[in-house]
């Protein structure tokens, strides 16, 4: 049945396990308004949604956009250091994806910077999650503002203790309803995300 691009659709949310044999990153970036400073966090997991490693950091940054570019990139840079080039990445920024089709002068060197890793790695994809699937590295990034150093990582070899519910909530499938028009649905199963893609919408469901 063909529906309009007005029509709603409830869509199950959760943090998708990777397949066996491979890692998954989320990660997301935070930012004060009017402060020049944010934090990022992200996690990276097995299929059984264990916790292999993170991170979090608190950061100096201008946009919400820039916060989550550096997360992304501060999640490959560990990936490539330990060579776990077996691994899915995802974001909850369509900016963030959007970028690396048609980057902003103003993003330009991190995107660049992004990229080399994301080649490196085995010219990864880079899929969008909603923030409800991505509420881990959601639960770093805040740890991040909690720091008193910028700009100096904190890595993470366990969760802690504040992001642990959020850990088991995705190691048990705990999935939240949202409630979304179709052409957005579309928009993000162009950018890969497995809750959309999964609820059967592409772009044919118009």
Excluded at 126 to 146: C, K
Excluded at 163 to 169: E, F, T, W
């Amino acid at each position: 049945m063909l529906l309009s691009s007005f029509s709603k659709l409830n869509i199950e949310v959760d943090w998708f396990a990777p397949a066996d044999n491979v890692f998954k990153l989320n990660t997301d970036g935070a930012i004060l308004q009017g402060k020049h400073s944010g934090s990022i966090g992200g996690a990276m997991r097995y299929s059984l949604g264990n916790f292999i490693i993170g991170f979090s950091r608190k950061i100096v940054t201008y946009s919400h956009v820039m916060a989550e570019l550096q997360a992304l990139y501060t999640g490959l840079e560990i990936a490539l250091e330990r060579n776990i080039s077996a691994l899915e990445v995802e974001v909850v920024s369509t900016k963030v994806i959007e970028h690396f089709k048609y980057v902003h002068p103003n993003y330009q060197s991190i995107v660049e910077s992004c990229r080399f890793p994301l080649r490196r790695l085995g010219n990864l994809v880079v899929r969008h999650n909603f923030r409800q699937g991505n509420r881990l590295a959601d639960s770093l990034a805040m740890e991040g503002m909690l720091l008193d150093m910028k700009n100096e990582d904190y890595i993470l070899l366990v969760a802690p203790s504040a992001a642990r519910p959020n850990l088991l909530a995705d190691k048990n499938g705990e999935a939240t309803t949202r409630t979304i028009f179709l052409s957005t649905c579309t928009k993000l199963a162009i950018h890969g995300n497995l809750n959309i893609i999964c609820n059967g919408v592409t772009t044919n469901n118009i």
